[in-house]
């Protein structure tokens, strides 16, 4: 069983920058697709960015395009999110998401793909 552990979040001004981190229990093998997600209260969960398992294929929401930037380093299980230039409309509850397949345009925010998710990590950003 892989468990997903988020941490990096917090409050910050708008303009600022977070970095979230996601670190996997043990390494999921094969092709696999890590994501991250965010949810408001009262909203459906929307998909942010994903990276595929070597890291050579990025996507991103347009809402964050410019803005954030998906990475992973498979020697540490980690994936991360860079988040910059935040705006109070970047406020959510951030999980990470992992799962045995291989991200595509077609399906990289689809959540019924990922089987591993975190607890989240809440991200707040003031104006």
């Known amino acids: 069983q892989v468990q997903l552990v988020e941490s990096g979040g917090g409050s910050v001004q708008a303009g600022g920058s977070l970095r979230l981190s996601c670190v996997a229990s043990v390494a999921i093998y094969g092709n696999n697709c890590m994501g991250w997600f965010r949810q408001v209260p009262g909203k459906e969960r929307e998909g942010v960015a994903s990276i595929s398992t070597g890291g050579t294929r990025t996507y991103y929401a347009d809402s964050v395009k410019g803005r954030f930037t998906v990475s992973r380093d498979n020697t540490k299980n980690t994936a991360y999110l860079q988040m910059n230039s935040l705006t109070p409309e970047d406020t959510a509850m951030y999980y990470c998401?992992?799962?045995?397949?291989?991200?595509?345009?077609?399906?990289?925010?689809?959540?019924?793909?990922?089987?591993?998710w975190g607890q989240g990590t809440q991200v707040t950003v003031s104006s």
């Open positions: 998401a992992a799962g045995a397949f291989t991200c595509l345009t077609t399906n990289w925010d689809r959540e019924t793909d990922y089987t591993y």
